[in-house]
């Protein structure tokens, strides 16, 4: 009778397999070796665009703004605004992708795909049709209301059914949700042409074309949910011993969930409200980095926001590149490159390990 | 003393019609609901077809329709409003039948041609004829290229799709799944072309993308009507052999299916019907995945019945034209109708959640 403890089978033991990097030594190493790759990506973004230039130049530009000529105005006005932008964006979504992800337990877990961001575009189509709002940061307010409203729609209609919040229910709640957004989105845009205007360069998901004080706008709230993501951590990894363990160990379980929601809203309504939606990125990243962490959440949301940084803005640069003289906004370039990810996920066998 | 019993509560009896050697069996409801259902799309085609500037009767477009009546009248109805609701008409239909096949194949009634990619790839063809080709500036290429190049979009998509989710068969979930996140790709390529357009045409391919039956006419019923001539035939074949499938797998080969053939060719038939609908009229949403499930119910049986489902299609279809036109401000075009209807019911049918797995 002893053995049948035993002889679970190992993937039901949670939590599972070891990332690989193992012990925290090595983790804190590779956080380090991650941020400077994150600064190469920065350095890579500011340096490419349709007008190449060189490092040095960049450099000087930076260091020294008297310098006249276009190098300067382009660095100064252009990327670096849109460099940083991509910084809390690409934080912000890697990051609450991760915690949608461990919240959910949710492989396939994004807020593009769990409604998130629909709830943010009607917000933002609303705002724009009603109060005339044409830049992002007149709408940043509604994307977060709207983010808000959707993530917790799509979690109430999502764990409602029999069975509770599965992958399945989860996913399939926030496509009928986003179904349902997007067919008012469509009504409010076929009967105002003037709002389609402002909306669809907004719906791409793009890193260009944005106000340069969005980032600073949205940056206190991105730095806000950071912070209660990493407080989460610790709660999230009892949570995923399944909820009567996590009570058993004396979580309260409502304040972890609301911790994390709360967490999840301001960072994907910043990055929302800033860029547009930008799916796969919150899809993408924490598969990556928990391939190399581990499940551990305390090290797992680091990596996530960082990663999400290099993938955000190595995309936006391939956008730049591939199609100049013109560009392929970010939005599109995820969008591509994140969709064979996702269909992979899907094939996989056991869609529920996570 | 024995008890006297009540007879055992359970189906109808299936009465047996016979025409020579050729022998079938029905229950009475899934004669009775078909023909109820005709009887009010006829009323709600005759009113929408007196519908307009010029309001005719009821009994006088029915008049018209048979020949009689003044010239006048005939003139209208049959010359000016019929090709339109002909094309509702055909469309739903299409659409109808199209999910009615799908959500059995899936064993899904999340599944819709929608879900399994159609009406993202046509949307992709569409849109790209609209922005790039502009269908207002160059007339050729925007009154013959569009419903071609939709037709391409979404039986390609759907291909994509179906190859994608195969796995040594077809999982209804993972198809579902499948469609999800190419139907979201599909959906940032299609925003992409609208931000290289001009506004104008970005706001004519907006309401194209909707679904709409304003300015369709025989150009565009001809086509479909040709289409359903060959596929609705194929549908009903099919249905017989979807019928063994639902029992499983297992038991379909042992009766002698061969069951990736079926499967096969029951996509290939539900896909091409939806695409030659979204074709014509864009893909009018909702539709194909409301349709089999208000079927099944009314008409009963173990699956969305076609008959019922393409009439039931067709009544929605001429139903939401007909609102849109005459309650709704004159810019709305019927897929903002239909989306308003259909959203709340998918969302309803998450949250009841117990008829998910099963159909």
């Known amino acids: 009778m002893a053995q049948r403890t035993a002889t679970r089978p190992p993937e039901e033991a949670a939590p599972s397999r070891d990332g690989l990097l193992r012990g925290a030594g090595s983790r804190v190493l590779g956080l380090w070796l991650l941020v400077a790759l994150v600064v190469l990506t920065c350095a890579l973004s500011i340096a490419v665009g349709t007008r190449s230039i060189g490092l040095g130049t960049v450099w000087q530009a930076l260091v020294d703004g008297s310098t006249p000529g276009d190098e300067t105005v382009i660095v100064r006005e252009l990327r670096v605004p849109r460099t940083l932008l991509g910084l809390l964006a690409g934080l912000s979504l890697g990051i609450s992708g991760a915690l949608m992800q461990g919240h959910t337990r949710n492989p396939l877990g994004d807020p593009g795909l769990l409604g998130v961001t629909a709830g943010a575009s009607l917000a933002v189509v609303l705002s724009i049709w009603l109060l005339g709002l044409g830049s992002p940061s007149g709408y940043v307010w509604f994307a977060f209301l709207g983010a808000f409203l959707g993530s917790v729609a799509v979690y109430l209609i999502g764990s409602s059914g029999r069975g509770g919040a599965t992958p399945v229910s989860l996913a399939l709640a926030g496509s009928a949700l986003s179904y349902l957004i997007y067919a008012l989105v469509q009504a409010i845009t076929i009967r105002e042409t003037e709002a389609l205007d402002s909306f669809r360069f907004w719906v791409v998901g793009a890193l260009a074309g944005r106000d340069s004080d969005v980032a600073v706008q949205v940056a206190p709230f991105v730095v806000v949910g950071l912070v209660l993501a990493l407080v989460n951590a610790p709660a999230l990894n009892l949570l995923g011993l399944g909820e009567d363990v996590a009570r058993g160990l004396g979580q309260r379980i409502w304040l972890a969930r609301a911790v994390g929601l709360l967490s999840v809203t301001l960072l994907t309504g910043a990055a929302t409200a800033a860029c547009g939606p930008i799916a796969f990125v919150g899809l993408v990243v924490p598969h990556v980095a928990r391939t190399i962490t581990g499940p551990d959440h305390r090290w797992l949301i680091p990596y996530s926001g960082l990663l999400g940084v290099v993938f955000l803005l190595l995309a936006d640069v391939f956008g730049r590149v591939v199609a100049r003289p013109g560009e392929l906004q970010v939005g599109i370039v995820l969008a591509v490159v994140g969709t064979p990810f996702f269909i992979a996920l899907v094939r996989r066998r056991k869609l529920v390990s996570l | ?359």
């Open chain 2, 1 to 359: 003393m024995a008890p006297t019993r009540a007879p055992a509560p359970g189906p109808r009896p299936r009465r047996t019609v016979r025409i020579g050697g050729l022998s079938t069996t029905y229950r009475r409801r899934q004669l009775v609901v078909p023909v109820l259902v005709l009887v009010v799309l006829v009323l709600a085609a005759a009113l929408s077809l007196g519908r307009g500037d010029y309001p005719i009767g009821v009994v006088d477009v029915l008049r018209a329709l048979v020949g009689l009546g003044d010239d006048t009248q005939r003139f209208i109805v049959l010359e000016l409003r019929a090709p339109r609701v002909a094309v509702a008409v055909l469309v739903g239909i299409a659409l109808g039948v199209s999910g009615a096949l799908i959500q059995t194949f899936a064993r899904n009634p999340l599944a819709s041609p929608d879900v399994l990619g159609v009406t993202g790839g046509a949307s992709i063809g569409a849109v790209a004829v609209i922005v790039l080709g502009g269908a207002s500036a160059t007339g050729v290429l925007g009154g013959l290229g569009l419903p071609a190049a939709a037709l391409a979009g979404g039986l390609l998509m759907a291909l994509l799709v179906f190859g994608l989710a195969w796995n040594k068969g077809i999982d209804g979930y993972r198809l579902v799944l499948v469609g999800i996140g190419l139907s979201a790709m599909a959906q940032a390529v299609v925003s992409y072309l609208l931000t290289r357009s001009d506004i104008q045409d970005a706001a004519a391919a907006n309401v194209w993308i909707t679904g709409s039956l304003n300015g369709r006419g025989w150009d565009q019923a001809l086509p479909l009507a040709v289409a359903l001539v060959v596929l609705l035939p194929a549908s009903v074949a099919l249905s017989r052999v979807l019928g063994v499938l639902q029992f499983g797998d297992e038991t379909a080969r042992g009766l002698g299916v061969r069951v990736p053939l079926a499967q096969a060719v029951t996509v290939v038939v539900a896909v091409a019907l939806a695409a030659f609908a979204v074709s014509a009229a864009g893909p009018i949403q909702f539709v194909a995945l409301v349709v089999p499930q208000i079927a099944v119910r009314l008409a009963g049986g173990s699956r969305p019945p076609l008959l019922a489902s393409g009439l039931l299609g067709a009544l929605l279809v001429v139903g939401s034209d007909l609102v849109a036109r005459t309650v709704l401000p004159a810019t709305f075009p019927v897929g903002v109708v239909t989306a308003v209807i259909g959203a709340p019911y998918l969302l309803w049918l998450l949250v009841r959640g117990r008829r998910l797995t099963t159909l």
